[in-house]
């Protein structure tokens, strides 16, 4: 007997029903339909100055798929579905896309070292066994990842190479794991929201076009 029914699992309607939480707060924070930076921040409670607001920066970017410095509806629905449930190859891609700086398709010593130092400053006195990266440098993890990935030795890694060096490198992937995990602020978020409003609350509002 063909099970045509596709079963879902636990984290799976967990997550549907976060991206459907999203689209229900997305609305909320942003009737305009747009979010700057500093709203987006400011959502997920991040402070100026602080190395998780450097971090921002970049992710922003790599939602505001069209560069208007600012983020729509779909773009944030678009980047929290990839984030959330992308295969592994998407999530890749969205690193590398929040890692590479300028956004010229490239990623260079300069920006994958900035982002590896916020990373380690996120994660200050908490750098686990599990990544192998506890006793190296920001400098060295960016060292090894050139090492790992960049085949041609042209000093920039382009989305193929990191893909595939991601594939190789069981090394590169536990560190991506370790370090990249925005559906955990995500999820984190919501879990906030979910504390400080209820539905119930959330829809008084709405309808007293509070927001
Ligand atoms: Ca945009
Ligand atoms: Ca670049
Ligand atoms: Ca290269």
């Not at 029903?17 to 709203?39: A, M, N, Q, V, W």
């Not at 969205?94 to 300028?102: A, M, N, P, T």
């Not at 990842?145 to 085949?151: A, G, L, P, Q, S």
Request: with cysteine; hydrophobic share 35%; glycine share 6%.
């Amino acid at each position: 007997m063909g099970q045509n029914q596709q079963i879902q699992t636990p984290d799976e309607e967990l997550e549907l029903r976060s991206i459907y939480d999203l689209y229900k707060f997305f609305i909320t924070e942003c009737p305009s339909g747009s979010l700057y930076l500093h709203e987006f921040k400011r959502m997920f409670g991040v402070q100026n100055g602080t190395p998780e607001a450097q971090y921002m920066d970049n992710i922003f970017r790599a939602f505001d798929m069209n560069h208007d410095n600012t983020m729509d509806f779909l773009e944030y629905v678009a980047a929290l579905n990839l984030v959330l449930r992308g295969k592994p190859e998407n999530k890749l891609k969205w690193s590398f896309k929040v890692f590479d700086g300028d956004d010229n398709g490239y990623l260079d010593r300069r920006e994958l070292q900035k982002i590896v130092m916020i990373i380690y400053r996120i994660k200050k006195g908490s750098m686990s066994n599990e990544a192998g990266i506890e006793n190296l440098t920001p400098g060295q993890v960016c060292a090894r990842i050139f090492e790992e990935v960049d085949v041609n030795n042209d000093g920039e890694l382009t989305v193929l190479e990191f893909l595939e060096g991601a594939q190789r490198s069981p090394w590169l992937q536990s560190f991506l794991h370790f370090e990249v995990n925005p559906s955990g602020w995500v999820k984190k978020y919501l879990c906030d929201r979910r504390r400080s409003m209820t539905e119930t609350q959330l829809m008084i509002r709405l309808q007293a076009g509070r927001y």
